[in-house]
């Protein structure tokens, strides 16, 4: 479960060093271990409010399969979804979600809602708080460097 959590942490560290808010997806086939999806925020490279980690990931696996359902797969994402990327888990029918940090602000699998808890045709497993340290840090390094950056320029 780590070693897919820590994949995830790389793809975010990748977000990071473009100047992205930094989270990492990572899709897997629970049969066979295989990754059959990646993704980390663009938001703002691509100037596309789509472009979030989860979005890209579910994304990259629907063409690995070649279908818009993906049983059989896990999720894992250093950021708690937002509402947006919930409703493509839910639509997706990605059997589990394991995320690191909490998103107190947008998260909705728990922390300002629970949209896996409404009565939609398909609710995942979550799993809370892999590697949540780790998830942590990188975003609150990336925001400690983003106020310093933007007190340069006041």
Request: charged share 20%.
């Amino acid at each position: 479960m780590c070693i897919y959590m820590k994949r995830a942490i790389e793809l975010a560290k990748i977000a990071f060093n473009l100047g992205e808010v930094p989270v990492g997806a990572v899709i897997v086939k629970k049969s066979t271990g295989e990754i059959i999806g990646e993704g980390y925020n663009l938001r703002e490279t691509e100037k596309n409010a789509l472009a979030h980690a989860e979005i890209i990931a579910i994304n990259n696996a629907c063409n690995t399969l070649g279908g818009w359902r993906l049983p059989d797969c896990a999720l894992y994402v250093t950021l708690e979804p937002c509402p947006m990327c919930c409703g493509a888990i839910i639509n997706a029918r990605i059997d589990d979600v394991y995320f690191g940090a909490y998103d107190y602000k947008s998260g909705s699998a728990l922390s300002v809602q629970n949209m896996f808890e409404y009565p939609y045709n398909h609710k995942p497993n979550i799993t809370i708080g892999i590697m949540q340290q780790e998830c942590s840090e990188i975003l609150s390094d990336f925001f400690r460097e983003l106020r310093k950056h933007q007190k340069k320029f006041k």
